[in-house]
């Protein structure tokens, strides 16, 4: 009879702030920029320099930490993990081993669970730390360059207790987590600019069995899709080695996506390997109760919250709710644009609609969305009046979606509103007639679709800027 094995996986999520500089000292953190310009002698790790903590960092850990339940630490301090290599200038990087600013947290996921539907993720600790440089290997030269532009950018390291079972539960936990950093406004969690990682820490043991097995960690993972991969990949290669009667080996693997295998880098590290110490260079932390209750006092509405006063508030479907609170800056949108419009349904109907179908057109990410509430409110109160019909309101969206025009000076300037001249409406729709009298003997043949052709032509004849209910009632008087 076949064993059957069950998976073991922990995560440690790294996260860059949103802050506008780095964790120790002055230089930007902003993405991309010519190598090594968003630089100082403390990122740089240069002698004498010396580190100050940026207070926002520790804002943002902390908000982070009490939107997954965690204890916050009242007292801490950083602590030097010593470690050789060319992108970390200083030869150690500045993190806490020993008293992390959160501890013992959890998040909430979606499950197979047959009684409640739920999984509790435990949350080990979340600690700051400031991130390293980047090696840029070049090949035409055969040699390796250094960029310290990201060393010195401010992380924050959440690390999970080993509670999921699954890819599944996996990209479910990552979602959760990443909705939440993104509601504070803490981070982006760009996967593909790295503003949010992902390490995978994974074992394989016996259905049944109490003790955990060998685990071996995955890096270099930058996408949900290449997480679920390189899980899977690795599940079956554990259970591989052990069917043949192999042990697996404690390392750290990186997981290839494109070949869809993963290779050895180096056996798995212990923290006496990197012989941490205080940093004698950084005062403690003290969280004090003033600075704790203001960030409290912050914490903004989360999605769970967003979608019971949803449907209480704006009678919206579920699935609408579901899709509009899966992003903040969609959630902001809906939320402004019928602030000044009162109109929910219709608000929801255009971001259901045009706005999903431009975004997966034009792959563009949701919080990259750029038109205004404003413009989208007067482009609902221009159909509502009927100064433009739903065709010419599609068009102008389009144009809004791209470059956030006043839809109200664009109809104008284009000369796009509703012909509402019934005598002028009524000559067109007699030519149309006159000009198609297959159609009008089809139509009063009992051929319903022969009156979708005129009433298409009457449109084409008016360049599209007449009310298509106003052409039916005509179509079918004179016919």
């Known amino acids: 009879m076949a064993k059957e094995y069950e998976t073991v996986i922990g995560l440690e999520v790294h996260v860059e702030l949103a802050t506008k500089t780095k ?12 190598p090594n310009t968003h630089t100082c002698p403390v990122c740089t790790g240069m002698p004498g ?9 520790l804002e943002y850990a902390i908000a982070v930490g009490l939107a997954t339940d965690c204890e916050i630490t009242r007292y801490g301090k950083f602590d030097r993990k010593n470690y050789f290599y060319p992108d970390n200038p200083q030869n150690y990087q500045i993190s806490q081993l020993y008293l992390p600013i959160c501890r013992n947290g959890s998040v909430e996921i979606e499950s197979n669970d047959a009684e ?22 070049d090949e035409w030269d055969d040699c390796s360059l250094v960029d310290y532009n990201r060393s010195g950018v401010p992380l924050i390291e959440i690390v999970s207790e080993p509670d999921m079972r699954s890819a599944e539960e996996v990209i479910a936990y990552l979602e959760k987590l990443r909705l939440i950093i993104q509601y504070l406004g803490a981070s982006d969690c760009k996967l593909q600019e790295g503003s949010m990682r992902a390490d995978v820490n994974l074992s394989v043991r016996e259905a049944g069995a109490k003790e955990f097995g060998t685990r071996t960690e995955m890096k270099n993972l930058n996408s949900f899709k290449a997480i679920a991969r390189a899980i899977e990949g690795e599940r079956e290669r554990q259970i591989d080695l052990l069917e043949e009667g192999k042990e697996v080996i404690q390392e750290t693997r990186r997981w290839d996506d494109a070949k869809g295998e993963s290779y050895a880098m180096r056996s798995k590290e212990d923290a006496q390997d990197y012989r941490y110490f205080p940093d004698p260079d950084l005062v403690p932390i003290v969280v004090s109760d003033e600075l704790l209750a203001q960030i409290r006092a912050k914490q903004p509405e989360f999605r769970s919250e967003k979608m019971l006063r949803y449907k209480e508030e704006y009678q919206i479907p579920d699935y609408d709710i579901d899709i509009i609170t899966g992003s903040k800056r969609m959630a902001d949108l809906f939320e402004e644009t019928v602030a000044i419009c009162k109109e929910p349904k219709k608000v ?24 205004s509430p404003a413009n989208l409110a007067k482009l609902i109160a221009l159909v509502d009046s009927k100064a433009i019909n739903g065709s010419v309101a599609k068009e102008v969206f389009e144009i809004m979606f791209e470059k956030d025009i006043d839809p109200e000076k664009y109809v104008e300037d284009k000369g796009l509103k509703t012909v509402n001249d019934e005598g002028a409406l009524r000559k067109t729709v007699e030519d149309v007639i006159a000009q198609n009298p297959q159609s009008v003997e089809d139509y009063r043949g009992g051929k319903e679709k022969a009156l979708g052709f005129l009433v298409g032509q009457t449109m084409k004849a008016m360049q599209g800027k007449a009310d298509p209910g106003m052409v039916n009632k005509l179509l079918k008087e004179l016919l």
Do not use: Q, Y
């Open 49 to 57: 320099s010396l580190p100050v903590l940026n207070k926002k960092v």
């Open 348 to 371: 929801s109907n255009w971001l259901m609609g045009e706005t999903l179908r431009l975004m997966k057109e034009k792959e563009v990410d949701a919080e990259k969305l750029c038109f």
């Open 116 to 137: 409640t539907g739920k999984k509790k993720i435990g949350i080990h600790e979340i600690h700051m730390e400031e991130d390293a440089g980047k090696l840029v290997h």
């Open 23 to 34: 964790i120790f000292c002055g230089c930007s953190t902003e993405f991309g920029g010519a």
